[in-house]
């Protein structure tokens, strides 16, 4: 198709035909790197891909050929909307190793926690509502509030997390505004990106805070499980179901290709996100649900977590001490459990504008700008150490470190003295920069 005006070519005819909130649909950064991550001779420290090779092949077999001999009809057949009641049952069962007390009815099977989310997002925000979200937040969350046009607001954390009393300026701030804030979204334990754990005390406090504005608070917690020396702070949704939404997943305990997650809610709430999900999917696999089902069942999952766990620790361990080589005085978090770390790359230095030339070293992260989004994040950098062997990572910082080291040698060249790409403040001890 031609336009007669400009005689250029429409590359999308359908451009003005669009809804307004489609303007919000855009490939994250993350997403983007994976073409050139996945090439074999780059080491990759960019995607959150769970190490899936330490799960037994043959107990997956023998959990496909039960679902298949014992439920083959049912598996493939449609399913309740809500999810199958087996799994709500054992789903209640994984959520109590972190303090949840639910009920099977409580519980809704999603497509994955994003697939939760979506549905949350779709039953609450209206185009310019208020999200508060940490600083940084995941990208797949962005996204999804992007999509729906929301307003996203960063609340700075620290190394115990979100800081209530930003918090509360924030809301303060959105509330003075007239702008209305439909919830506040937290990933409590070994957050993504920075690895952060939101301490004890402040998840009351952050509760406390939401109770008395009468915000919702969605805990997404996909990695509480996967801690290394000592667990996390129960669930904030432990502390009852008021006000909170709660969203899980066997995407990191299990297999991300099952995509099978849950969503626990208040139960007017639960109500309408069934609703959402029948009207999107109309139901969930029961396929995968089953196949989840079975391996609870027959399988000892809790020393399955354990291995991910002393697998999972020894790749941070290889990551620290690398970096601890590689580049000393270098500021990151080190988590106490999850998947990544977060990175404070050297003054004047852009995580963005450099990732080509580490792409050209053939190693790979995620620019700290994915994580933002109001476009800041540029003086920092996630690095995930959650697929890569030990050996790999050490390879990766390697040749990250000379990137880093070659670029800082160019701005003392052309700039004696470099102005930061960023003004966030620092925290910790030594701090890293969550802001």
């Given at each position: 198709m031609v336009d007669k005006n400009t005689q250029g070519i429409i590359l999308d005819p359908w451009m003005h035909h669009y809804a307004d909130r489609s303007s919000g649909l855009s490939a994250s950064e993350v997403r983007a790197l994976f073409a050139v991550a996945n090439r074999p001779e780059v080491v990759s420290l960019a995607g959150g891909m769970p190490y899936v090779r330490a799960i037994s092949e043959e107990r997956i077999k023998e959990t496909l050929n039960r679902v298949i001999d014992e439920r083959g009809p049912e598996a493939?057949?449609?399913?309740?909307?809500?999810?199958?009641?087996?799994?709500?049952?054992?789903?209640?069962?994984?959520?109590?190793?972190?303090?949840?007390?639910?009920?099977?009815?409580?519980?809704?099977?999603?497509?994955?926690?994003?697939?939760?989310?979506d549905l949350v997002a779709r039953l609450f925000i209206n185009p310019g509502d208020v999200v508060l979200a940490e600083s940084p937040s995941?990208?797949?969350?962005?996204?999804?509030?992007?999509?729906?046009?929301?307003?996203?607001?960063?609340?700075?954390?620290?190394?115990?997390?979100?800081?209530?009393?930003?918090?509360?300026?924030?809301i303060d701030q959105a509330r003075s505004e007239g702008k209305p804030i439909k919830m506040i979204y937290l990933i409590p334990n070994f957050q993504n990106p920075a690895g952060v754990t939101l301490s004890a005390a402040r998840r009351l406090e952050i509760i406390d805070i939401a109770h008395e504005a009468e915000i919702l608070i969605v805990e997404d917690n996909p990695y509480g499980l996967l801690w290394f020396?000592?667990?996390?702070?129960?669930?904030?949704?432990?502390?009852?179901?008021?006000?909170?939404?709660?969203?899980?997943?066997?995407?990191?305990?299990?297999?991300?290709?099952?995509?099978?997650?849950?969503?626990?809610?208040?139960?007017?709430?639960?109500?309408?996100?069934?609703?959402?999900?029948?009207?999107?999917?109309?139901?969930?696999?029961?396929?995968?649900?089953?196949?989840?089902?079975?391996?609870?069942?027959?399988?000892?999952?809790?020393?399955?977590?354990?291995?991910?766990?002393?697998?999972?620790?020894?790749?941070?361990?290889?990551?620290?001490?690398?970096?601890?080589?590689?580049?000393?005085g270098v500021r990151h978090t080190n988590p106490g459990g999850g998947f990544f770390l977060w990175l404070d790359l050297p003054e004047g230095l852009n995580s963005k504008e450099m990732l080509p030339r580490a792409v050209t070293e053939l190693v790979a992260y995620t620019?700290?700008?994915?994580?933002?989004?109001?476009?800041?994040?540029?003086?920092?950098?996630?690095?995930?150490?959650?697929?890569?062997?030990?050996?790999?990572?050490?390879?990766?910082?390697?040749?990250?470190?000379?990137?880093?080291?070659?670029?800082?040698e160019l701005i003392e060249t052309f700039d004696p003295k470099p102005t930061a790409t960023s003004s966030d403040a620092h925290v910790g001890s030594p701090p890293p920069n969550l802001a």
């Amino acid at each position: 198709m031609v336009d007669k005006n400009t005689q250029g070519i429409i590359l999308d005819p359908w451009m003005h035909h669009y809804a307004d909130r489609s303007s919000g649909l855009s490939a994250s950064e993350v997403r983007a790197l994976f073409a050139v991550a996945n090439r074999p001779e780059v080491v990759s420290l960019a995607g959150g891909m769970p190490y899936v090779r330490a799960i037994s092949e043959e107990r997956i077999k023998e959990t496909l050929n039960r679902v298949i001999d014992e439920r083959g009809p049912e598996a493939l057949q449609y399913g309740s909307g809500q999810g199958h009641p087996l799994l709500r049952e054992q789903i209640v069962q994984v959520m109590a190793k972190e303090g949840i007390s639910a009920r099977p009815d409580d519980v809704v099977v999603t497509t994955g926690s994003q697939h939760g989310l979506d549905l949350v997002a779709r039953l609450f925000i209206n185009p310019g509502d208020v999200v508060l979200a940490e600083s940084p937040s995941y990208v797949g969350a962005l996204g999804v509030f992007r999509s729906y046009q929301a307003d996203v607001r960063h609340v700075p954390m620290d190394d115990d997390g979100i800081i209530p009393s930003a918090l509360q300026e924030a809301i303060d701030q959105a509330r003075s505004e007239g702008k209305p804030i439909k919830m506040i979204y937290l990933i409590p334990n070994f957050q993504n990106p920075a690895g952060v754990t939101l301490s004890a005390a402040r998840r009351l406090e952050i509760i406390d805070i939401a109770h008395e504005a009468e915000i919702l608070i969605v805990e997404d917690n996909p990695y509480g499980l996967l801690w290394f020396d000592q667990p996390a702070p129960p669930a904030m949704r432990a502390a009852g179901d008021k006000g909170i939404i709660y969203l899980g997943s066997f995407s990191k305990t299990l297999a991300p290709g099952l995509r099978v997650g849950w969503v626990v809610a208040p139960h007017g709430i639960r109500e309408k996100l069934i609703l959402a999900s029948e009207a999107a999917v109309l139901s969930p696999s029961p396929f995968s649900q089953l196949v989840v089902a079975d391996y609870l069942a027959h399988t000892d999952w809790q020393a399955q977590i354990d291995e991910f766990r002393g697998l999972y620790k020894e790749r941070r361990d290889a990551m620290v001490d690398a970096l601890a080589h590689e580049l000393p005085g270098v500021r990151h978090t080190n988590p106490g459990g999850g998947f990544f770390l977060w990175l404070d790359l050297p003054e004047g230095l852009n995580s963005k504008e450099m990732l080509p030339r580490a792409v050209t070293e053939l190693v790979a992260y995620t620019p700290g700008t994915a994580f933002f989004a109001d476009g800041r994040g540029a003086a920092h950098m996630r690095l995930a150490f959650c697929y890569p062997t030990p050996d790999n990572i050490r390879e990766g910082i390697s040749r990250l470190a000379k990137v880093i080291r070659e670029e800082v040698e160019l701005i003392e060249t052309f700039d004696p003295k470099p102005t930061a790409t960023s003004s966030d403040a620092h925290v910790g001890s030594p701090p890293p920069n969550l802001a």
